[in-house]
């Protein structure tokens, strides 16, 4: 399994992004794909995720009410749209693969074990 994220870019506050997170393996045998973000100097903190076979999406208070995260399996790609974009939603986002099915919101981030390069969002004010 190789993720890719990518779709960033620089916004005006109140903006919206795509985001896309390609899975480019020959076999795609996860279960759920989570989106995290980063910025220098803290600790990488969760998005949201999906369990890709079934669409149910969980968001993490960062993003609730202004994302949405979905698949389309043909393409073995999740994405992350994010609107009303803020100067502190500023980050390198990234995406990863676990192997759990959740009922109740996204697994721990112990629990994702493939990752793929991060891709930058910078909200300008």
């Known amino acids: 399994v190789q993720l890719q994220a990518s779709g960033g870019g620089l916004v005006q506050t109140g903006g919206s992004l795509r985001l896309s997170c390609e899975d480019s393996?020959?076999?795609?045998?996860?279960?759920?794909i989570g989106w995290f973000r980063q910025v220098p100097g803290k600790e990488r903190e969760g998005v949201g995720c999906?369990?890709?076979?079934?669409?149910?999406?969980y968001y993490e208070d960062l993003a609730k009410g202004r994302s949405i995260i979905s698949r389309d399996n043909a393409k073995n790609t999740v994405y992350l749209r994010m609107n009303s974009l803020k100067p502190e939603d500023t980050a390198v986002y990234s995406c990863?693969?676990?192997?759990?099915?959740?009922?109740?919101?996204?697994?721990?981030?112990?629990?994702?074990?493939?990752w793929g390069q991060g891709t930058q969002v910078t909200v300008s004010s």
């Open positions: 393996g020959f076999v795609a045998n996860y279960r759920g």
């Open positions: 990863a693969s676990t192997m759990v099915y959740t009922t109740y919101g996204c697994p721990p981030i112990s629990e994702y074990d493939t």
């Open positions: 999906i369990n890709v076979h079934d669409g149910t999406a």
